[in-house]
């Protein structure tokens, strides 16, 4: 495989991610499991086309082809696909007073949103508490009497002088 560009990149159990795209092929599935045994996977690509990278297998080391997972498989260079997210980054671009009013949009959603049902059940309940008699409140509080116990004299420590 004659390709210019390579890098190394950590297998995950999605595959493989470079240009913010990710890319699989049923034999990396076979080596998702080792992957916290295997080191970075040695990855190259060709600029001209990124439909497909090209992954060295860490058996037979050879490289083998790895294809787009969203199965987009029309040959798109890289710089057509940079040109392309930064075109879709700047139709998405909003200015801060733009930001700002959805936020309190957001923040107005959430201010008003209903009740849920827990909160119902509970402020139903809390209130019926409240209304209802309470047992303590029918028993007369008992005072002590202090007369009944004799005052008696506390024992003085003698304090010494060092």
Do not use: C
């Not at 997972?69 to 980054?89: F, M, N, Q, S």
């Amino acid at each position: 495989v004659v390709v210019s560009a390579g890098t190394e990149r950590q297998l995950s159990p999605q595959g493989i991610s470079m240009f913010a795209l990710h890319y699989y092929s049923p034999w990396l599935g076979i080596i998702v499991p080792q992957r916290d045994r295997l080191a970075k996977l040695e990855v190259r690509y060709d600029p001209r086309d990124i439909s497909r990278v090209y992954v060295r297998d860490p058996e037979t080391r050879l490289f083998r082809p790895v294809e787009r997972r969203d199965g987009h498989l029309t040959p798109v260079t890289l710089w057509e696909h940079e040109a392309e997210r930064a075109r879709r980054r700047a139709t998405n671009q909003r200015s801060s007073i733009e930001k700002v009013a959805v936020r309190r949009e957001i923040a107005a959603i959430v201010t008003t949103t209903k009740p849920s049902k827990r909160r119902l059940r509970d402020a139903v309940r809390s209130a019926h508490a409240a209304a209802a008699q309470k047992p303590y409140a029918v028993i007369e509080a008992q005072t002590p009497d202090l007369k009944d116990h004799p005052a008696r004299q506390k024992k003085r420590l003698p304090v010494e002088d060092w």
